[in-house]
């Protein structure tokens, strides 16, 4: 949950987010369609000019950590380059089978935002993700959503993945509330 603006260096922004997440891959007792809310914490420090790390703890277990490099900025335009790593260890007690699994995604995406004003923005990020779980998964998607305030605010978004070579897709809708460093437009 994050528009293609990196928090300015030497500062930080917290984000406290949940919502409903949909596969249809990731239990053996129903493997159609899974439907599970989830918890987010996430923190990113601008570490560098143009340079923001994210870390995010998502309940219930992924952690993922991400960089982000703004290429581009303007009075309302930015776009950006993202690439990060997440990890989640799966224990399945199904009636059919029983596993315990590692869940490692390497995530690259691009972000692409336009502010409105400084306190609200929209925003897409196209990804792709290559997912090792069970068997290798290649999925491309996208992100999309709004931003609503500035040093603190909600963010709503929308995200979705299929895998290119099956079935597997995934989705999440969300709500965030974020805090710390202002919004910064035109960053130097």
Known sequence: MQTARVVNEGEYRFLL?????????????????????????????????????????????MVTGDLKAELYTDEAWAFSLGAGVGYLFVKDRGADDYFDQDVIDVLVPLYLSYDFSDAFSAYISPRA????????????????????????GLILEFSGAHDLQSDFSQYQAGVGFFFGSPHARNNP
């Open 17 to 61: 987010a949940g919502g409903l997440f949909q596969t249809n891959a990731l239990s053996s007792t129903d493997p159609d369609k899974v439907y599970q809310p989830y918890f987010e914490g996430a923190t990113r420090f601008g570490f560098a000019p143009s340079w923001d790390l994210g870390l995010k703890v998502t309940a219930p277990g």
């Open 129 to 152: 993700v290559w997912r090792s779980f069970k068997k290798e998964y290649w999925l491309l998607g996208a992100a999309a959503g709004v931003r609503i305030g500035n040093a603190l």
